[in-house]
């Protein structure tokens, strides 16, 4: 069996990819997400950073758990790993729906 290692460009690029992700969002449905809580534009102009700084420190060590968690199951390739991200994601989710509901 062929022991797994952590390949740190691939979880420093996600990382960034999931943040790009999430601007292109609220880039695209920023407007109406602002109509649907009551706040305009003018609210968010002077924001500090320490949120975004705290979301890519977030999704950095999220990536990193994922790629671990990925070395410790020998999930070597793409269709194994999307398969167990799925079950991870469905599973978190139901957790924090029933939890926060």
Do not use: E
Not at 59 to 82: M, P, S
């Amino acid at each position: 069996m062929k022991t797994l290692k952590i390949n740190h460009i691939a979880v420093w690029l996600v990382a960034i990819l999931q943040q790009g992700i999430g601007a292109a969002w609220y880039g695209i449905f920023g407007n109406r997400w602002m109509q649907l809580i009551g706040k305009q534009a003018a609210d968010f102009d002077s924001q500090p950073i320490f949120p975004y700084i705290f979301s890519f420190t977030g999704a950095v060590i999220f990536c990193y758990v994922t790629a671990w968690l990925f070395t410790k199951l020998n999930i070597d390739n793409v269709l194994h790993g999307v398969a167990v991200s799925a079950l991870l994601w469905l599973g978190f989710t139901i957790v924090l729906t029933v939890l926060f509901r």
